[in-house]
């Protein structure tokens, strides 16, 4: 029977969904550790049993892991469903980058406008900062030492404006995209490493689309992500034209091999 009595949410329940709301936000990152449980307390002003049962709810659903002893840890269930069987489909079937590409287009191009138009004022300060690595990097040139950090500097930039969208979908799909294609930016940063020019224009690229955004004109930030994006595509496919071309390259010399021994 219906006794008309308003269910009262638990502690625990409530408390679950701040630390949800901040994993969707990304203010609890995959990786980050949670601060240590008197500090938690504390700043949400609840008892530590009650942290205690809202961090084994979110435990249970995936959201955070617990190591014995050593803290607990944000997962990356929410990415892990769409990253880990595109990994291998891309790996399989190279074709899937162009579309991947295309994707990526749409979604970073919003993102840039929306960050525009909605990014405060720590946001601003997240990207600018991120340029200013990812630049800095970059200005070393095409350089063998400083490259993998150059992959990551730029990968951390373009999230930083997805995440000054402010919307989860953008931040968690972003995110999501990067560690799907890293290696595929991988292989393209090597390719354009061989060019002086082209990487002079990926530089641009950079501080047009940081300037679209730092302006707040959402118009010129999506242009300058579009523009990012075709250069990107066109070098993807000239980076697969020159390993076709080396694999004819080597195939042919290996043909030849057993016709120069034969011939002594």
Do not use: C
Not at 12 to 19: G, K, M, R, V, W
Not at 136 to 155: I, K, N
Not at 201 to 218: M, P
């Amino acid at each position: 029977m219906n006794t008309g009595k308003i269910a009262v949410q638990r502690l625990s329940d409530t408390i679950a969904h701040e630390l949800e709301r901040r994993i969707l936000e990304g203010a609890l990152k995959p990786g980050d550790r949670l601060q240590p449980e008197r500090e938690l307390s504390v700043e949400l002003g609840v008892s530590r049993p009650s942290l205690r049962e809202a961090i084994q709810k979110l435990v249970s659903k995936g959201l955070l892991h617990s190591r014995q002893g050593g803290g607990t840890y944000v997962t990356d269930q929410l990415d892990a469903g769409f990253t880990d069987p595109w990994q291998q489909m891309l790996r399989q079937h190279p074709n899937l980058q162009s579309d991947m590409l295309e994707f990526r287009a749409m979604l970073e191009s919003e993102a840039a406008a929306l960050a525009a138009r909605r990014a405060t004022d720590a946001d601003m300060q997240r990207i600018g900062d991120a340029y200013a690595r990812v630049e800095a990097l970059f200005a070393e040139g095409p350089s063998a030492a400083v490259f993998e950090e150059q992959v990551v500097a730029d990968l951390a930039f373009h999230q930083a404006i997805a995440e000054a969208a402010h919307n989860v979908m953008f931040g968690h799909l972003t995110a999501s995209l990067f560690r799907v294609t890293h290696d595929h930016i991988d292989r393209n940063l090597r390719h354009l490493r061989r060019l002086e020019e082209d990487w002079q224009e990926l530089r641009a690229q950079h501080a047009a689309i940081w300037e679209g955004v730092r302006t707040r004109n959402a118009a010129a930030a999506q242009s300058a992500v579009r523009r990012h994006m075709d250069f990107v595509q066109e070098s993807m496919l000239a980076s697969a034209r020159h390993e076709e071309r080396e694999s004819r390259a080597v195939l042919t010399r290996k043909l030849k091999k057993p016709e120069a021994q034969s011939a002594e």
